[in-house]
């Protein structure tokens, strides 16, 4: 494993301070990074790239977990990304990193996109789910299951659940796509650098060779 990729995980497990931390600390930097959230990108970027696994493999794991990350499960996107890797024979932890598409930046976007979509599908009225979102934030209604039991906000979480089919298989897909393409050519390009070092070596080696 490289430098960057070392200094990237001590990061990730230390806390201001240098002191080691917790694994709930490390829940929250997965979902919240306190690096900012383009350098999390690029850093998720290349752990990607420098997993163990076949382009598919990958492709499919990270397409696995952020397509599961659509859906209003809160808390079960990890195990439903690694069900879903397996089914697909994806890699575990390329699923794990594609649930990052699910977070607090993230799922207010979400949330809403599969609301509209559901209750463009689902037949019939709506106003029960109007009034409940009429004086409440789309995060705020999951949070009210546990105050308000589960079927005062079912028209919402049905909704959405319904929204979130096409939208997740429309995730899987392009995800799908852009990982297999991005980490063969990442490869590609790899292979061709050993490619030229080799023969650089190798050439460097044959004029000592030859002086000699």
Known sequence: MTSDSSAGGAGARRAAGGAPMGWWRRVREFFWPSMGPRRYATYLARRTQRLRASPHAIAAGIASGAAVSIFPFVGFHFLLGFVLAFF???????????TAAGNPITFPFIFAATYNIGRMIIPGDQRAAERLLADQEMTDVMGNIFTSGFESVWPVVQAMIVGAIPLSILTYLVLYALTRILVTRARERRARRLAARRAALGQTTRLEENRQ
Do not use: V
Not at 88 to 98: E, F, Q, Y
């Open 88 to 98: 697909t024979r994806g890699s575990m932890l390329a699923a794990a990193i594609g």
